[in-house]
């Protein structure tokens, strides 16, 4: 089985991601609990409080956990790239199933009982300890599980911000195209989440049924995530930060990019280099590196000047990066010398669909457009150089609107039928896999994207080495060994580790 083997050979590298993931949701359902809890008690005591501190929890619950990391990630002390704004995230996701199943909880009681323990001289607060929350204790366990259980599948989207766990395997796959990947993520999570649900399904049987044997249970639960929650706070908050970051974004070429610059630095410096690999896209990444989450990554000319910068596309490959590298150093960054290719974005067609209808251009391509459907990643959509002005550019009109997927997937879509054109990169190693066609920008739209690394200059300033180990991979990528390496990972299935070892070998 292809999952177990790669488990096997990937083993130390499967226990962290385990062990990351599981203090993630062990420290913010921890979190949870100590808020979530009180909270209930409060609003079960005030009715009228009751149905609106429940709406706030239900609208925090509305917004997808990708858009959370994103509206943390600018915060001071909450955001930024890592594990704590991830856990920020599942605490805000875990407390409504805990306030809910605690008001529900208490306000459950028999009035009569309350009235005995008052009639016996209990006052509030020993009638709380001693009978409400006892007789409660069954719904609240019931919301704790199912915050636990949430919080494992939200924790697998924190990888999209460096945060670690499980989901570091599926966006790889993703990124890869590797059911094999994602499956080494995925059943793990999901038998994580099982193991869960029945410890606390077994944990809330025990109090309904026995109340002592119940009590003891949950004290000996609590002290066990208390003790994993102490002990994952000091590793995830007082852990001392390594002396270089790299970050990438989240498709094969970043992935690769990402470890040739960290193997080199490693190499050439001897400085601990931390990989925040496959983070979610340009915005994520811009970000991290402005606040000081990481201190480099490969970003490519095109999308900097216009995605970040905000300026209008321009065709000169030496103007662009002039313009980019002054953008840059007046907010503190430094653009170093490109690696050697321009990765520029191109419009594929099937290869078939090339041949049969002789297309070779986009221009060619607009007259059959009304008869063909479109997938474009997301961020192709909305960019300035993207779908919005290509299709005004070229005058490109399709069947439907196109359908909007992962970058990654557009390419299997594309060769399986399920769309007729995508915008793809130029050295990706699928094209020439999947048999795909690019078609010729003949009237010059896209800019030039050069890959160039961009760093933090504080860093570049305390590590001068860093800088000089990234200056000599300038110019040492050609087209060719990119598109190489790309299909050495998606095609030959190989990790994107081995592949920038093998390439900085070969130097």
Known sequence: MKVLQFWLSHRAELIALIGQHVLLVAISTLVAVAAGVPLGIFAARRPRLSAPLVGIANLVQTIPSLAMFGFLLPLPLLGGVGPRTA??????????????????????????????????????GELLRQVELPLAMP??????????????????????????????????????????????????????????????????????SRRRTGTRRIAAAAATVIAIALVGSVTIFSG??????????????????????AQAIERETGLTVDRRLNLGGTLICERALASGDIDVYVEYTGTALTAVFHQPLAGDSSAVLQTVRDSYARTGRALLEPLGFNNTFTILIRGDDGRRFNV??????????????????????????????????????????????????????????????????????????????????????????????????ATLMRHPEVRRALTSLAGAI???????????ADAGRQDPAKIARDFLDRR
Do not use: C
Not at 88 to 114: H, K
Not at 478 to 488: F, I, L, Q, V, W
């Open 87 to 124: 856990i920020v995230v599942l605490i805000l996701y875990g407390l409504l199933p805990i306030v809910r199943t605690t008001i529900a909880g208490l306000q459950g009681i028999d009035p009569s009982i309350r009235e005995a323990g008052t009639a016996m001289g209990m006052t509030r």
């Open 139 to 208: 719904s609240i366990v019931a919301g704790i599980r199912v915050a636990a259980v949430v919080g494992v599948g939200s924790a697998t989207i924190a990888a999209a911000i460096g945060a670690g766990g499980l989901g570091e395997y599926i966006y790889r796959g993703l990124s890869m195209v590797d059911s094999t990947v994602i499956l080494a993520g995925a059943i793990p999570a999901a038998v994580l989440a099982l193991l869960i649900d029945t410890g606390l399904l077994w944990l809330e049987r025990g109090l309904a």
């Open 240 to 261: 001392r930060r390594a002396a270089i970051v790299v970050g990438s974004k989240n498709f094969t070429e970043q992935l690769i990019l990402g470890e040739i610059v």
């Open 360 to 457: 070779k251009t986009i221009d060619d391509a607009a007259v059959h457009a009304p008869k063909w459907r479109a997938g474009f990643g997301y961020e192709f959509l909305e960019r300035p150089d993207g779908f919005p002005g290509l299709s005004k550019k070229y005058g490109l009109r399709f069947a439907e609107p196109p359908r909007v997927m992962d970058l990654t997937l557009t390419y299997r879509a594309l060769a399986s039928g399920q769309v007729d054109l995508i915008a793809g990169d130029a050295t990706a190693g699928l094209i020439s896999a999947l048999d795909l066609f690019p078609l010729e920008d003949n009237r010059h739209y896209f800019p030039p994207y050069d890959a160039v690394p961009v760093a933090r200059a």
């Open 478 to 488: 050609s087209a060719e060994d990119m598109r190489a390496m790309n299909h050495a």
